[in-house]
């Protein structure tokens, strides 16, 4: 797949085609939709208003016709929204690239290595997140300082495999190295906290995410957070001991030619994402 690195390319992606007609175009259905939850949302005395691309955002990750009337699908949209708003206001969430750029950095400072890479597939026009949960040392996090880095990464990273429609309808593919961890790698706590305060409800479908190398510790501790988790999200997950016949660490297929270079260009790319995303905020009209 050429969203992976080698040597030649030293990590060189291709860049998402924006403005292609998947990426700008929404059907009627996700227009009247997206108009529903605008209007709902600016009725609201609790909530600001939002730009028009995060309505569509929030109605194509959280509508769910096989459970909801199109009342209750509102009504869940916007309760994400509301939980969006008051994330962002606990940890000062200023929606802008480079304020997503700092945190990634501070992130990558505290657990380098921690995230691998996001890049865009073009074969499947959604992203791939990948996750090296050995370089996670939750006894790091000893500030509110360091939390916040850990949540306003998160954040950002979202946001940024949110730039392109057809990408959000897609879902995004999350691969999660597991060899070699231990206890010091997991705290129930930390993740409960992690996982309530966004990754419980941040609108996004998951694809497909894929354990790799799955150790009877991290099984263990995988088998305790499911109980977080929703229906849809453990769909999702599959034990896997190769990536694309791959059969060693994932983090050994984008460490390269260093793990300091391959971040600056994580960084790089992380940037095009959020700027596309930000511009569709600005521009985007429903």
């Not at 949302?41 to 769910?64: F, G, K, T």
């Not at 099984?219 to 769909?235: C, E, T, Y």
């Not at 034990?239 to 960084?267: C, H, W």
């Amino acid at each position: 797949m050429n969203h992976l690195p080698d040597e030649a390319s030293n990590n060189n992606v291709p860049r998402l085609p924006w403005g292609a007609p998947s990426s700008v175009t929404l059907t009627s259905v996700e227009r009247h939709r997206a108009l529903l939850l605008k209007a709902e949302i600016e009725q609201s005395e609790d909530m600001r208003n939002l730009p028009d691309y995060d309505h569509v955002h929030l109605v194509i990750a959280v509508w769910n016709d096989d459970r909801y009337n199109e009342r209750e699908n509102i009504q869940r949209a916007v309760d994400v929204a509301y939980k969006l708003q008051c994330f962002r206001d606990l940890y000062k969430i200023q929606d802008t690239v480079e304020d997503g750029l700092n945190a990634i950095r501070g992130m990558m400072t505290l657990m380098p290595g921690g995230i691998l890479d996001v890049s865009y597939m073009p074969d499947e026009e959604t992203f791939s997140f990948f996750i090296d949960y050995k370089a996670c040392h939750p006894s790091r996090v000893q500030t509110d300082g360091d939390l916040r880095c850990v949540q306003a990464m998160l954040y950002y990273y979202y946001r940024a495999m949110a730039s392109d429609i057809q990408s959000i309808r897609n879902g995004v593919i999350t691969m999660v190295e597991l060899e070699g961890v231990s206890t010091e790698n997991f705290d129930m706590t930390f993740e409960e906290r992690c996982f309530y305060e966004l990754r419980s409800y941040y609108p996004t479908i998951y694809k497909e995410t894929f354990l790799l190398h799955t150790p009877m510790a991290a099984l263990l501790f995988v088998n305790l957070i499911k109980r977080f988790m929703n229906h849809k999200q453990l769909a999702t997950l599959h034990n896997t001991k190769s990536f694309m016949e791959y059969e060693g660490r994932v983090d050994q297929l984008f460490k390269t030619p260093t793990l300091e270079i391959a971040e600056e260009k994580l960084l790089e790319r992380i940037r095009d994402y959020l700027t596309e995303r930000y511009r569709k905020e600005r521009e985007f009209r429903l």
